[in-house]
């Protein structure tokens, strides 16, 4: 039983089946925004006692926001509605060390991944010009940047305005202006300004990162580089289609692709998950 059921196991008796096992909390001390998924049919008590029971647990947080749609749109954002609290909905998330100022109601942001974007920057050589697509906030680029101070430079481009916005602050609030670069745009257009320039493409997007591979493998130098490519998958065959995927791409291009690692990021739906493959590409 989640830490959540167990607090409120006796308030609630048979209602407890409501209870989610997990919530996001989005922030840091200074101010944070808690995030839940409720199952379909869960009453309005259950819904105020988990949120109060939240901030109980939680000093910082200061809303509670229930998840109210599916992401939706170009920019991947859902609707929320306010269960407990008040007041901004903007924070600065502290993550490794990294801040991130963002409202998650206006921009997307998963505070579940931060282990993998850092397993990702880990992997960034001194002198590596890096691109990374799909920036957000740049929780991506900002990582690499404060792991691999040695970096050439990060190219982060995003489509949402606000997001870049952000992106912008971001980059001052963690001193790293000419080290990250943030370029707002759409991928298919703006990458081109760095065709055969990167060592190194991050490919984030939640859903449909495949339809930007052919810009993913223009960014490589001739001599090739690393692609960090996410993709949706079935529990039965995680990754077989994402490495077809790249190998597609790589024979059109006359290139091929090694396997480096392939790995679960995160849970989407039951029995389906965002994974990521880490290929080298290589000259045939």
Known sequence: MGQLKRFLAEQLGDDVRYVPSSYDVVGSRGGAVA????????????????AEAIMRINKHVRVVLEKASERKGVFRLREYRVIAGSGSTEVI??????KLKLDPTKVYFSPREATERLRVARQVRPGEFVMVMFAGVGPYALMIAAVQPGVKGVVAIELNPLAYEYMVENVRLNKVEGKVIP?????KVAARGWYGMCDRVVMPLPKGAH??????FQCLKP?????HFYHWAPEGDLYSEAFALLEREAVLRGMRVKLLDARIVSEYAPRVYKVCID????PE
């Open 35 to 50: 995030i839940v998924e409720f199952p379909e049919g869960a009453p309005d008590h259950v819904k105020l006692a988990v």
């Open 93 to 98: 998330h502290v993550e490794h060390g990294v």
């Open 183 to 187: 370029v707002l745009g759409d991928v």
């Open 223 to 227: 001599e090739g580089g690393v692609i």
């Open 211 to 216: 339809m930007f591979l052919d810009r993913a």
């Open 279 to 282: 290929a080298r590409v290589l």
